[in-house]
């Protein structure tokens, strides 16, 4: 289920999907609310650093209907969620214990293949974050 929520997870990261206005007025006081506390701040007009925002999104849509409760509340509350999963993910892989089929080889390659999606999380934000010239634009 990790694994299945990642890339909704980084898309979110990188063009957060928030609910409208109308539509968390109609979740406020449900089950199915989930507020994230996104990690950057809203300017004022003053330039001051204001709270971090608020994103609602609805728990039964994907990608957070494919986690438990006790793991969407931790990855609520991480300010980089496809991050938290890919070291989820390793956490998970180094406590599967060894057995004739599984060898620490077989541990290796898939902290390997881990480490590859924590990789990736840099390499989307770097081109997320690089400005396009404004002759290409």
């Given at each position: 289920r990790l694994l299945a929520a990642f890339p909704y997870l980084l898309h979110h990261h990188i063009q957060p999907?928030?609910?409208d206005h109308s539509q968390c007025e109609e979740l406020r006081g449900s089950p199915h609310a989930l507020v994230l506390h996104?990690?950057?701040?809203?300017?004022?007009?003053h330039?001051?650093?204001?709270?971090a925002r608020e994103c609602w999104v609805?728990?039964?849509s994907l990608p957070w209907?494919?986690?438990?409760?006790?793991?969407?509340?931790?990855?609520?509350?991480?300010?980089n969620?496809?991050?938290?999963?890919?070291?989820?993910?390793?956490?998970?892989?180094?406590?599967?214990?060894?057995?004739?089929?599984?060898?620490s080889r077989e541990r290796l390659e898939l902290l390997k293949h881990?480490?590859?999606?924590?990789?990736?999380i840099?390499?989307?934000e770097r081109i997320h974050q690089t400005a396009v010239p404004l002759n290409y634009a």
């Open positions: 999907r928030c609910l996104e990690p950057y701040t809203i300017r004022n007009t330039s001051k650093p204001s709270k609805d728990k039964r209907c494919l986690l438990p409760d006790s793991v969407l509340d931790k990855c609520a509350h991480s300010h969620r496809p991050l938290w999963i890919s070291d989820r993910l390793s956490l998970e892989f180094t406590e599967i214990t060894y057995t004739e089929n599984f060898t881990a480490n590859k999606l924590s990789e990736c840099g390499n989307c």
